[in-house]
């Protein structure tokens, strides 16, 4: 029989135990011989694991994996798509029966490493599996239609082998958790934003599941004499202590304690995002003014290359033409008459020049000309 008191298991030091980094958690889990064929990545980053085994009485069940970022604190674990009974469940699925994860500082002392406390709880459910009340996961639900369907002949020798190893199993549903993988790629990245919130939410249907129907009688108090009724009625003590012993009162009270848990779990979730959300707010912020500012400044130079580069109005280049050839004009008579008055001596240095002035004259009369046979 397994026992959980192994010292393999629980190791503990006299001396304060060392930090296991998260990557070698990390490694030890995903790269573990017998978990690593059945296991894959839910979340958009590494916190979030799903391993598929199967319990020896050949039942598919999905042990859910939350790895904090920091590698201190301890993995939650759950059973993730059924609603189930066992004394190592809460009434959230949580796993809750298994030492080394109960809190932080258990987990430091324990030295474990995540595949081998992994495989640990896997292997507990193998050989203890849960009462399963629903299957609340598609996908799941089709698994185990599959896995029924084609181990109906073999039940009794699947649940042998179930019971010695998780390897009997991993290679067929992980082949089925493939195909579903393709059928299911276009919701995949919805359910990635969800599975996150899923994990810590309970919905309406389900709360109503977990909460205990209202019985139609009270055996406890119909088998009570006068004396103690008058005891219930008149000392808060006793009934209390008379309502412990009532399943359903406790049942709601987990669930109770259960939901304020998780609220306060997701409330120091958030809490701890306000700082990096606000410094992304701010950073928007920056980055919407400077998107307006480049704005205005592309549709001003926008503006100004279109001006710049539009062909003119005819008119308009009639009149500038004009203006040049006359200045042009201009031009060469007053260098004609500085030479002249100052009695200049290189003769073709004068005429060399004139003629290019001159010719920048005819150019842009001849421009002009054509322009106004072309209006």
């Avoid at 699925?93 to 324990?110: A, E, N, T």
Wanted: one cysteine or more; a negative charge; proline letters at 4%.
């Amino acid at each position: 029989m397994f026992s959980w008191s192994s010292p393999s298991c629980v190791g503990s030091t006299p001396h304060a135990p060392s930090i296991i980094p998260r990557n070698v958690h990390l490694s030890s889990y995903l790269d573990h011989r017998l978990l690593k064929p059945s296991t894959r990545k839910v979340s958009a980053d590494d916190t979030i694991f799903d391993t598929v085994f199967q319990t020896k009485n050949g039942f598919a069940l999905v042990l859910r994996i939350y790895v904090p970022t920091d590698g201190t604190k301890a993995p939650q674990m759950s059973l993730h798509g059924v609603i189930a009974t066992h004394n190592w469940l809460d009434i959230r699925m949580r796993v809750i029966g298994y030492d080394p994860i109960s809190s932080d500082q258990s987990w430091r002392l324990s030295q474990l490493k995540l595949g081998d406390a992994a495989y640990a709880v896997i292997q507990h459910f193998q050989l203890q599996p849960p009462s399963i009340s629903q299957i609340t996961d598609e996908n799941l639900a089709r698994l185990q239609e599959t896995i029924s369907g084609s181990n109906s002949k073999k039940s009794t020798q699947n649940a042998a082998a179930a019971s010695t190893t998780i390897t009997t199993t991993s290679s067929g549903i992980n082949g089925h958790i493939g195909n579903c993988r393709v059928h299911d790629h276009a919701r995949a990245h919805a359910q990635r934003q969800d599975q996150k919130e899923a994990a810590c939410k309970v919905d309406e249907e389900e709360l109503d599941s977990l909460i205990p129907r209202v019985p139609s009688c009270f055996p406890e108090i119909d088998e009570l004499s006068l004396s103690e009724l008058n005891d219930l009625v008149n000392n808060e003590a006793v009934l209390e202590k008379f309502l412990d012993k009532i399943s359903e009162v406790n049942t709601l009270r987990e669930l109770k304690e259960s939901i304020e848990k998780s609220n306060v779990d997701t409330a120091i979730s958030n809490l701890a995002l306000e700082e990096n959300v606000e410094s992304i707010c701010s950073e928007v912020e920056t980055l919407k003014l400077d998107l307006k500012l480049n704005i205005e400044k592309y549709r001003d130079l926008d503006a100004r290359i279109m001006a710049m580069t539009r062909p003119p109005e005819i008119h308009e280049a009639r009149r500038e033409l004009n203006a040049a050839k006359k200045e042009a004009y201009e031009e060469s008579e007053r260098f004609a008459d500085d030479w002249v008055e100052s009695g200049g001596s290189d003769v073709n240095d004068f005429v060399k020049r004139f003629k290019e002035v001159r010719m920048l004259y005819h150019t842009r009369a001849a421009k002009v000309e054509r322009l106004g046979m072309s209006m």
